[in-house]
C-alpha cells in the first residue's frame, strides 16, 4: 500500500472529530514506517535489550492513540510526536537498566557525530535526555530535529521533510544544535 499524505492527514483531522474508526484506519497506513523507525533505532542498541521493535511501536502507539484526546496538526506533527514517543520509551529503558545496577556513578561522554550513528549506552542517553529538555526550552525546533536524528535514527532528508524545512536549513540547525549539546553534558550542567 502506497502512503499518501492526503490519507494520513484526512484520519487525523477524523479522529480530531471523534471518529474512533478513524485510528483503526491509520494504524495499518503508518505501522511500517513506524516499524521500520524503530528497527533501526534497535539495531543501534545493545545485545540484549529487552525491548523488541515491534514493542516499540505498540507501546509509542498506546501513548499516542491512548487517551482518545490526541491531536495532531497534520503528518509532521504526528510523526514528531511518535518520535517523541520512542524517545520517551527508550529513555525510561535505559534509567531502569541503569536503576538496577545500583552504584554505577554515571559518566558524561562527549558527544560526537560518530557516537550518533552508533550504539548509545544508557548513561549517554541519559545525559542528552537531560540536555535535550534544556534545548527543548531554548529552541523547540532543534531539539526536534535531535529527537529524529538521535533517537529515532532519521537522515537529514528524512528529518528536513518531517520538520518541513529545506535541507540546507535542517544541516545548519543540526551543527548549532550538536554544539550546543556538546557544550551543555562536557560542562556537566
Same mark, same amino acid.
Given at each position: ?9 484526512? *484520519?487525523?483531522?477524523?479522529? @480530531? @472529530?471523534?471518529? &474512533?474508526?478513524? +485510528? ?19 539495531? @543501534? ?19 499516542? =492513540? ?13 510523526? +514528531? ?7 520517551? =520509551? ?16 554515571? @559518566?558524561?561522554?562527549?558527544? &560526537?557525530?560518530?557516537?550518533? =550513528? ?13 540536555? *535535550? ?29 518531517? *520538520?518541513?524545512?529545506?535541507?540546507? &536549513? &535542517? ?13 551543555? =553534558?562536557?560542562?556537566?550542567?
Amino acid at each position: 500500500m502506497i502512503l499518501t499524505v492526503s490519507d494520513v492527514t484526512r *484520519l487525523l483531522e477524523a479522529m @480530531q @472529530q471523534g471518529e &474512533t474508526q478513524a +485510528a483503526e484506519e491509520l494504524l495499518p497506513l503508518v505501522y511500517d514506517e513506524l516499524r521500520g523507525i524503530a528497527a533501526y533505532k534497535m539495531a @543501534q542498541e545493545s545485545s540484549g535489550h529487552t525491548l523488541q521493535p515491534t514493542a516499540l511501536v505498540h507501546e509509542a502507539w498506546l501513548r499516542l =492513540i491512548g487517551d482518545g484526546n490526541e491531536q495532531f496538526a497534520g503528518r509532521a506533527h504526528f510523526f +514528531a510526536v511518535a518520535a517523541e514517543a520512542m524517545r520517551r =520509551i527508550l529513555v525510561e529503558s535505559a534509567r531502569r537498566k541503569r536503576s538496577l545496577k545500583r552504584g554505577g556513578a554515571a @559518566q558524561r561522554v562527549e558527544l &560526537t557525530e560518530s557516537q550518533l =550513528i552508533l550504539a548509545a549506552p544508557a548513561e549517554e542517553m541519559l545525559a542528552v535526555d537531560e540536555a *535535550l529538555d534544556l534545548l527543548a526550552a531554548e529552541d523547540p525546533v532543534a531539539a526536534d530535529l535531535v529527537k529524529l536524528r538521535y533517537f529515532v535514527g532519521m537522515t537529514m532528508e528524512e528529518v528536513a521533510a518531517t *520538520l518541513g524545512l529545506p535541507l540546507r &536549513t &535542517t544541516e545548519r540547525l543540526w551543527t548549532y544544535a550538536r554544539a550546543w549539546l556538546k557544550r551543555k =553534558i562536557g560542562s556537566g550542567s
